[in-house]
Each structure stands twice: as structure tokens, then as C-alpha cells.
């Protein structure tokens, strides 16, 4: 729509104005008696006719030029001036042309910077969020959206972030306090640690956009700019920081309680072998051999101790690789064939003929089915049977909560691929079952010792799995034996059978 240019009222009043001296001229000389009537009234008709052409023409011009601003406004494109148009109409017209293509490509370079700035926005590591003054999201980065769900956007931060210390400095900052710097964590699925800075932001609101059809006043006054009160929420991820340190000191704290021991029978011994045992040969053998038992088990702590650092320090880090669950069985069977078969136990492998490989860290998951399947084989009777039993499960029927999102599939809950590992031992109390995964936790700690236990295995396996999103559950009957089952999730791209297939067994 073009704009209102002089409308039919303020036409009249300025050919009123125009024609006013003249009228004024012809009265005075028609009442002295200088002119004839007639010829007042021929000469009041000629000049209203002549200020009627010129201010049609000036009117026709005006609109002209209207138009091709509105024809400007609507269309990119940048149309050429209207060729037929007076030179007066052309100079205006190429003036407002060339104001156009200087704006258009101010414009153009505005764009340009907005877009690169939202490129480096979505490129940060750390997550970035925008609070309006009614605590809304405004802005979230893809950090803030992969860590809190694209549902932060236009909702209030509470539902995204319950933190209420968080949520107390955004207020303070809101209501006009400085910048503030707190921690706070996140429980779910796995703790991680955040340093949260929450700094205010002022920003310029734009003015508002006036009525096209309103009449332009002559002399607008510019409209002062806006400004609105806002916070911006910067995290950075502390948690490797955190369990670094927490590491160091666990370290320290479990060393020095397990490795006293076989430290203090180490002392001893030397201490025998350079005393009264010197020329004792019998006793250099027996003591020897006792000494090599503590070495081994202090190494295999240490080794232990640093591997469950090692897998606590990037617990919250989700792996994104796919591993072929079958295969990594099939080769930590192989590696244990020969420690069954030293205590008479036969390894068996149930599975079906096509499994989906699960999203995981494949040297993780060999090291999670060794520590499972080796338990087994320690603690199960002589003479019987290990069995490896994987299936395909369905996330919701076992009451898993903290799988990746999957697509829902033939109805079903996210695919979870389920690996038992089932012995035929003495079984374990039901007392004893919340607790198994804790540290150096044993439900017979002078056999879990003689057998070569740390008591670190299965908090190794736990922390694999919470890293994986996966889940562990134990199920035992004293006297009948005991089912440790692995839950993983399967990939979200892989193929899932449409029918329970037939079984491979080894």
C-alpha cells in the first residue's frame, strides 16, 4: 500500500493560499472601478486554473515518488526508477535508489555479522543461556539445548534448572545485583559439576514500528531507545576437575588402607630372610613364594585403583561408538577357556543369530563381560556350568529409565540388548546384594583375598555401565547360584528383528 501524499484537503487550503493575494488584488481594483467585472472574473478563473495544473503536477510528482518507495520497501529487488517520470522526479528517485542500495547493503553486512555470530554461539563447548526479565529463556545455545532439551526455549528456567541457588543469583541479577560465580550439579542420568557465571546484559530493544497509513509528522521526535534488563547464564563443565581431585584423595585413602597389609607381611619377610632365616634355604622358598602372592595382589590393586579413576573421571561422558556385543563375548570366552577348564567348568554361549550392536566403548565392555564372566568362574562350583545368555529387551519392561532416546519400535520401549552371566555357586545372601558394587566390598573377604580379589570389579563394571547409560542387576539364591545381568543400549540406527530368531549356542 502506498503511503497518504497530500490528500484533496490540504490541496484546497494551498490553492487558497495561492489564489489569495490575487483575490484580494481583483476586489480592490474591481471596487475602484479599474477593471470591468468581467474581466475580474476571466482573470480569477485563469489563475485558479493555473494553480490547479501546478499543484496536480506537484501532487502527480509527490505520488510518484511515494510510490516508488513503497515499491522500494516491498521489494528487495531494488526496482529502477520510473523512466517517464519529470527530470525533478528522476533526480529524487535516483537519490532515494541510491539511499536504498547503501542501507540494503549495511543491512546486508548486519546480516552477515548476525550470522556469524550465532555460528560461534552454536559452536561453543560450554552451554550459553539468555534469561529475560521475567526469568524466560530467551536464547540457548546447542550445548544449553543437548544438555537441559530444546523445551528450555520461551519457559521459565525453573523448569529446566532447579537449582535453587542457580535460580537465586538469575533474581539477584535480575533485580540489579552484580555478577555472580556459584557451583552447582546436575544428579541426572550421571552427576556432572557446573560452574555457573551469571552476568547481567543490557539489551536495546528495538523501537516501535509507526502505522503506514498514519500521517507523517513534519517534525517527528526521535523516539528514545529502549533497554531491557537480562541475565546470561555461562557453564562450564568442572566435573573431570572435581573427580580428579576426588580421585587423588581416594586414591590416597584406599592405598593406604589395602596395601598396608601385604605391605607390613612384604616388611616382614625381608626382615626374616635377612635375620634368622638367612642360610635358610627351605625358608627362602616358602617366603619367596608368599612374597610373590602379596606383589601380585598389590599390583593388581594399584591396576584396579587406577583403571576405576580413569573410567570415574569420564564417567559423564557418554561413548559414542558401536560395538558388536557377540563378538567381544566370543573373545573374552576364548581368553578365559583355560581358567575354566583348570577348575573343570565349561564356558556356554547362548545367543541369537543377529543382535544389534550397542552404543559403548569396546575395550570398556570386554573389560565389563571379563570382570563378570572371571567372577563367575571363581566363585562357581567345580564341575558345572558358566552360562552367557544374551537376549534383546525392551528398556520400559525392565524398568530402565535412563536409556538414549530411541525411537519407539513395533511398539515397543528403547531396544536394550541384555547379557547374564548365570554360575552354579554357593549363591549370595540377599543382605548382601545393594551392596556388592560398593568398593572393596566382600561377602567373604578372606576367600575373595585368597582367590586374587581386589573387590574393585564389579564398582568397575558399575561405573562402565553408568557411563554406557546402561544398568546392572544381580539376582542370587543361597546354595543355587547367582545371575549377574548387563543392560545396553542398542544403537539407535540398528536393524531390530521382527520375530525372536533361532539360538547359537558354544
Not at 543469583?169 to 555478577?179: I, N
Not at 626382615?271 to 627362602?284: F, K, M, V, Y
Not at 562357581?380 to 525411537?407: I, K, W, Y
Request: glycine share 6%; net charge neutral.
Amino acid at each position: 500500500m502506498s503511503p497518504k501524499v497530500m490528500p484533496p484537503p490540504r490541496l484546497i487550503v494551498g490553492a487558497l493560499l495561492m489564489l489569495g493575494p490575487l483575490a484580494a488584488s481583483l476586489y480592490l481594483l474591481l471596487h475602484a472601478g479599474l477593471i470591468a467585472p468581467v474581466v475580474a472574473v476571466i482573470v480569477g478563473l485563469l489563475a485558479l486554473a493555473g494553480v490547479a495544473v501546478i499543484l496536480r503536477s506537484q501532487h502527480r510528482d509527490s505520488r510518484a515518488v511515494a510510490d516508488y518507495v513503497a515499491r522500494l520497501t516491498n521489494d528487495p529487488s531494488s526496482p529502477a526508477p520510473p523512466p517517464a517520470a519529470p527530470t525533478s522526479v528522476r533526480g529524487l528517485t535516483a537519490a532515494v535508489a541510491r539511499l536504498h542500495r547503501v542501507m540494503t547493503g549495511r543491512v546486508e553486512q548486519a546480516q552477515v555479522q548476525l550470522e556469524a555470530n550465532e555460528s560461534i554461539l552454536e559452536a561453543l563447548h560450554d552451554p550459553l543461556v539468555l534469561v529475560g526479565a521475567d526469568r524466560q529463556v530467551v536464547r540457548a545455545n546447542q550445548a544449553a539445548r543437548g544438555l537441559f532439551g530444546d523445551r528450555i526455549l520461551n519457559r521459565d528456567l525453573a523448569a529446566s534448572l532447579r537449582n535453587p541457588s542457580v535460580l537465586e543469583a538469575v533474581d539477584a541479577v535480575l533485580g540489579g545485583a552484580a555478577s555472580r560465580i556459584l557451583e552447582f550439579s546436575l544428579p541426572v542420568p550421571v552427576e556432572r559439576m557446573f560452574e555457573v557465571r551469571v552476568k547481567p546484559f543490557q539489551r536495546r530493544l528495538p523501537r516501535p514500528v509507526p502505522d503506514e497509513n498514519a500521517l507523517v509528522p513534519e517534525d517527528p521526535a526521535p523516539a528514545p531507545p529502549v533497554h531491557g534488563r537480562m541475565v546470561i547464564l555461562t557453564l562450564h563443565d568442572i566435573t573431570a576437575l572435581r573427580r580428579s581431585e576426588q580421585m587423588r584423595a581416594d586414591f590416597i585413602a584406599n592405598a593406604s588402607h589395602e596395601l598396608r597389609t601385604p605391605l607390613s607381611s612384604l616388611l616382614g619377610f625381608i626382615e626374616t630372610l635377612r635375620g634368622p632365616a638367612r642360610d635358610d634355604l627351605e625358608a627362602h622358598e616358602r617366603f619367596l613364594s608368599i612374597m610373590h602372592d602379596q606383589a601380585s595382589r598389590m599390583a593388581r590393586l594399584v591396576n584396579d585403583l587406577l583403571s576405576l579413576s580413569r573410567i570415574e573421571l569420564d564417567e559423564h561422558m557418554p561413548p559414542a561408538g558401536r560395538v558388536d556385543v557377540l563378538d567381544r563375548l566370543d573373545g573374552v570366552i576364548a581368553a578365559l577357556e583355560l581358567k575354566a577348564a583348570s577348575r573343570r567348568i565349561r564356558l556356554k554361549l547362548e545367543a541369537p543369530e543377529h543382535l544389534p550392536p550397542v552404543v559403548g566403548d569396546e575395550d570398556q565392555l570386554t573389560q565389563v563381560f571379563q570382570n563378570l564372566v572371571s567372577n563367575a568362574i571363581k566363585y562357581t562350583r567345580e564341575n558345572t556350568d558358566v552360562t552367557v545368555a544374551v537376549s534383546l529387551a525392551d528398556g520400559a519392561m525392565v524398568g530402565f529409565t535412563s536409556a538414549v532416546p530411541l525411537a519407539q519400535r513395533n511398539g515397543r520401549g528403547s531396544p536394550m540388548v541384555a547379557v547374564a552371566v548365570r554360575d552354579q555357586g554357593e549363591g549370595i545372601a540377599r543382605t548382601h546384594l545393594p551392596r556388592l558394587t560398593e568398593r572393596f566390598y566382600r561377602v567373604d573377604a578372606a576367600r575373595s583375598r585368597a582367590m586374587g580379589g581386589t573387590g574393585l570389579g564389579l564398582a568397575i563394571v558399575k561405573h562402565i555401565l553408568n557411563r554406557h547409560r546402561g544398568r546392572l542387576t544381580i539376582e542370587s539364591a543361597v546354595g543355587v547360584g547367582s545371575t549377574f545381568t548387563v543392560y545396553l543400549p542398542a544403537a539407535a540406527d540398528a536393524a531390530l528383528p521382527a520375530e525372536e530368531p533361532a539360538r547359537r549356542q558354544a
